[in-house]
């Protein structure tokens, strides 16, 4: 037992002290909070105001075009020969020319000629502006009541209220949505582990057949010593990993919320006042965004009402006990083999039914509670996998346990199926290994 | 008192037997050369010994007691495929084989030190492996074979991958934990090295153990009563001399100085023949000539392997 531990302590030091490791382990949340938060503290960024002059033939817009912190409208009165002509000694960094016959179907000859590209909300909301107003001119045209229209629109746009009536009686707000989410950001986590770190091991099982220190090893500890000290070693690896890039991820997310974020909120709040002052005003680029604040607000609460607590435990569970069940097999093959090249063989019977789990992710998450969920949510195989997908809708205890039991079974029936290539495969040089030999040692004694 | 018995030791693979019914028994201080042809099964009878694979039937005693995990900690081994962690330093693997052996850190620290200084190999202590000459590394692996004083030393081929100063440092070594009372097995093919280490051998061929003795007496065993003698004078003479005591051999005569080998014919003594020949010649040296081991290796295992053609032929 002793040498066990000494054993697990060389596997998880030696791995956790590279510096492949520690650059992973730093790069990872980095990335990861870098692809959630870049993008909006990029959209964020004060940019320059940006100058466009105005040459407005229909004369419909002069001096009537929305104001923006990051855009500024000029009208001269000249014409858009005479502004193209001066454009470049001028100031602006483009013109806007709007055709005289806009309004009987010249929309589409609104043309805006730059020198320095417009940033991409600068001219969203100059089309946004331009074609609310439009519609509005257009409206008051035909003499049709701009308010009544928004107030159709209002009371007509709705958003179902899915609701799990559990047996209690409670009912239970649910968001498929999200749950499709929550269980395949899981599942990918499963599968990607489970490869990542069953290679490890395979590798390393491979690093000490090859370098031969493996005879020595194994006059000191038994073969299925050596073999489970290395799996819980990486196991333990790829925990550390996880847990590390949790906290750091944490905490940069909460550092980078407290200073670049800080203004979102603000700027939330100051386009819902916004929407007030312009109240009755048909405001089309904020009907799409104004309805985000509530929108991220409800998720959170669906968020909240999901068993997190759960989840995170099954995913620790599955997390590990499917990385037992096929780190055992990676042993088994780096264990037979001599050479990386030859694994190629053996590899790809073990891969399929992990790449089938996931290949049947989509299926799952469409009919959560069907018979095709349900069985391969139950074969070891696959349970690791197709459990998480199918764990945020809400699977019967009865059915985690079984599948948690049945995965127990799974990982000590291909540990010990492992062990027995393991022992023999290790001390096997220079031999072409096929699946009839491999068949073959798993009836040799000691 | 032997340190070592095995009996009756049997392993089977799928397609050959490795070991059959082979049984040693290896006299504690002692240096026993364990020998043969390559694949006669001398590495899977070491790994059992090793507790590495188990016989099929067969035993093994540890100073008359069945061998159990609990004797690794008084083995010894050095694989003849031997080779370290490549990416690790020196002496943190050094402690890492140490401990597995059932070492404490403090103790194995120690004792590495001074084997360390002994070798003239401290300064690789930080150095990783892969750093290291192929000479270096074996004797790092030396090292960790002999740290923890094992009582029993198994050496697969410990000359080979050495130059022949790091081969002699490493001979004087065995001598010297002989002297301090360990035991070694060895297998190897070099049998000049047998002849000067060894004190008891067994010679397995073809799975199967075809003798076994002390070097002193197989040797004996296998002499023939040859002799060598160098003298001066006359060849015709000396001839003439042998009378019915021998039968001239080979001879070689250079000028006035004369070799010839002897065969002496039986029920005749050393003693007649030497003052038979004394009065005629004038007598240079002269000598048995005992059968070298490597002799007596060639003789044995090309015997049996005829004999088993032959064999295979009348099937």
Known sequence: ?446 | MNILSAKNIVKRYATHTAIDDVSLDIPAQSIFGLLGPNGAGKTSLIRIINQITGPDSGEIFFENEKLSPKHVEQIGYLPEERGLYKKMEVGEQALYLAQLKGMKKFEAKKKLKYWFEKFEIDAWWHKKVEELSKGMQQKVQFIVTVLHEPKLLILDEPFSGFDPINANIIKNEILNLKAQGSTILFSTHNMGSVEELCDNIALINRSKKIIDGSVKDIRKQYKSNLFEIEFTGNMMGFTNSLWTFGKLGEYKADGEMCKAQIQLTPGSTANQLLSSVLTAVEIQSFKEIVPSMNDIFIKKVSEQNSIGTQSNFTE
Not at chain 1, 94 to 113: D, E, H, S
Not at chain 1, 210 to 228: G, N
Not at chain 1, 262 to 284: R, S
Request: proline residues 3%; hydrophobic residues 50%.
């Open chain 1, 1 to 446: 037992m002793n040498k066990i531990l000494l054993i697990i302590k060389r596997e998880y030091l030696s791995r956790v002290k590279k510096k492949s490791f520690i650059l992973m382990t730093i790069l990872g949340p980095i990335l990861m909070v870098g692809i959630m938060i870049v993008p909006i503290w990029l959209s964020m960024q004060k940019t320059e105001k940006q100058k466009v002059e105005v040459i407005d033939d229909s004369f419909l817009f002069t001096g009537l075009i929305q104001e923006k912190d990051i855009v500024h409208f000029d009208y001269p009165p000249i014409t858009i020969e005479q502004a193209r002509a001066g454009f470049f000694d001028t100031e602006y960094d483009a013109i806007l020319w709007i055709p005289k016959n806009v309004l009987n179907g010249g929309q589409n000859g609104i043309n805006l000629f730059y020198k320095k590209q417009l940033s991409n909300s600068a001219q969203q909301h100059i089309q946004y502006s331009i074609s609310k107003m439009l519609y509005e001119v257009m409206l008051a045209k035909n003499k049709v009541n701009v308010n009544l229209i928004k107030d159709a629109k209002d009371k007509s746009t709705f958003t179902m209220i899915t609701t799990q009536v559990d047996e209690a009686g409670n009912d239970k707000k649910t968001n498929t949505g999200l749950y499709m989410g929550i269980g395949l950001v899981a599942a990918i986590m499963i599968y990607v582990f489970i490869f990542m770190y069953g290679v490890q091991v395979m590798r390393g099982v491979m690093e000490e057949k090859t370098s031969r220190i493996v005879e020595v090893i194994l006059s000191s500890v038994k073969p299925f010593q050596l073999m489970m000290g290395k799996i819980v070693g990486v196991a333990l690896v790829g925990l550390t990993q996880f847990l590390l890039w949790v906290i750091l991820s944490a905490t940069l997310y909460g550092f980078a919320a407290a200073t670049i974020l800080k203004d979102i909120d603000m700027k939330q709040i100051q386009a819902k006042e916004e929407i007030i002052k312009i109240g009755e005003n048909l405001d089309f680029e904020k009907m799409g965004k104004n309805n985000q604040p509530t929108e991220i607000a409800q998720l959170w609460n669906d968020f909240k009402s999901v068993d997190m607590v759960d989840i995170l435990l099954c995913f620790l569970f599955y997390f590990l006990a499917g990385y037992l069940l096929y780190s055992a097999l990676f042993a088994a093959i780096g264990a037979a083999v001599d050479s990386e090249a030859e694994t190629n063989q053996f590899m790809l019977p073990i891969t399929i039914p992990l790449i089938f789990a996931f290949g049947i992710a989509q299926t799952v998450m469409q009919d959560p509670q069907g018979q095709l969920a349900f069985w391969f949510s139950m074969i070891p195989l696959t349970s690791p996998v197709v459990m998480m997908v199918r764990l945020p809708f809400g699977v019967p205890p009865w059915e985690i346990a079984l599948s948690m039991g049945l995965l127990v079974l799974g990982f000590l029936s291909t540990t010990w199926l492992a062990g027995k290539i393991y022992r023999t495969g290790i001390l096997m040089y220079g031999k072409k290994i096929t699946w009839k030999e491999l068949g073959k040692w798993l009836f040799y004694k000691g």
